[in-house]
């Protein structure tokens, strides 16, 4: 149990990456707090994952949400060790077909929301603690047709090395997993068919040496080495988790 008695917050845990770490979290003896904007999905992951697991409906785009998420988590946990920032938005247009309110939607999501987010959590965090940020592949290779995407996730990845720094002295570990493309529903978003979803991931393969996407366990067992005591000399990096990719498909 390497996550035995811990309390843990994973934002986005109703869907992809983040149900599958709180399912990894849970068999690891955590007890989970799960937010997410969509009940039906929220209701399902809580019915799915067990009594150990509380589902807290947040938009955290706004004012207020993740104070109320943490607190609710306290209230109903006495207290937290683990924040996962994980829920996130997708943005696949390039600059020329990007509008403003998508733009300021996707910094927004991605990156004001886990700012604050952290912010909201700090107070409750002690010695031994874990943070972990999502970031993406696209914060380092350039993929044409996704600046804004790629902007708020180099935001995390910016800001996940000052947050090691500022919390260090506290003995509070701040790191962030680097996914390649992964299959969940936001990379279901990327094509209009199943059919083309597959042509789709026929191209990503190409790049990807190991040939194939990830699963988002793939990306919650890093999640999972990064909350526990295993990574307890571990402050202020990345885990990209790829599959080796190379460049844009
Ligand atoms: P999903 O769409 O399955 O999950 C996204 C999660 O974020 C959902 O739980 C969603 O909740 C939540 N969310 C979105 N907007 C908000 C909001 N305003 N307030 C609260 N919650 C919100 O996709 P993934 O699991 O793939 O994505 C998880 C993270 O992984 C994201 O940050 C994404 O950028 C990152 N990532 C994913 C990759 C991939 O290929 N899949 C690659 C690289 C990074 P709800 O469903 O209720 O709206």
Redesign the pocket.
């Given at each position: 149990m390497r996550l035995h008695d811990k309390i843990a917050l994973i934002?986005?845990?109703?869907?992809?990456?983040?149900l599958a770490t709180a399912e990894r979290f849970v068999q690891e003896g955590a007890r989970v707090v799960i937010?997410?904007?969509?009940q039906k999905?929220?209701d399902a992951a809580v019915t799915k994952l067990g009594p150990n697991v509380l589902g807290i409906q947040?938009?955290?785009?706004e004012d207020g949400a993740a104070e109320h998420a943490v607190a609710a988590s306290v209230e109903r946990f006495g207290s937290l060790d683990i924040l996962f920032a994980?829920?996130?938005?997708?943005g696949a247009t390039p600059v020329g077909g990007t509008v403003r309110a998508q733009f300021e939607q996707i910094i927004a999501?991605?990156l004001t929301?886990v700012f604050f987010t952290v912010q909201a959590v700090a107070a409750h965090l002690k010695e031994g603690a874990s943070i972990i940020l999502?970031?993406?592949?696209h914060q380092v290779l350039g993929i044409p047709g996704a600046s804004a995407y790629a902007a708020s996730?180099g935001g995390i990845g910016a800001m996940n090395r000052v947050l090691a720094s500022e919390f260090a002295p506290r003995g509070i570990r701040v790191n962030s997993v680097v996914?390649?493309?992964?299959r969940?529903?936001?990379?279901a978003t990327r094509a209009p068919t199943p059919d083309a979803l597959e042509k789709l991931e026929a191209i990503y393969s190409r790049a990807i040496p190991l040939g194939h996407l990830g699963e988002?366990v793939d990306i919650a067992n890093a999640v999972l080495f990064l909350a526990s005591d295993e990574a307890r000399h571990i402050t202020g990096t990345e885990i990209v988790i790829d599959g080796g990719t190379i460049g844009a498909p």
């Open positions: 934002t986005g845990g109703n869907s992809g990456i983040g937010t997410g904007r969509n999905t929220l947040a938009d955290l785009t994980n829920a996130g938005i997708p999501t991605n929301a999502n970031g993406s592949v996730k996914p390649g493309a992964t969940t529903p936001i990379w988002a």
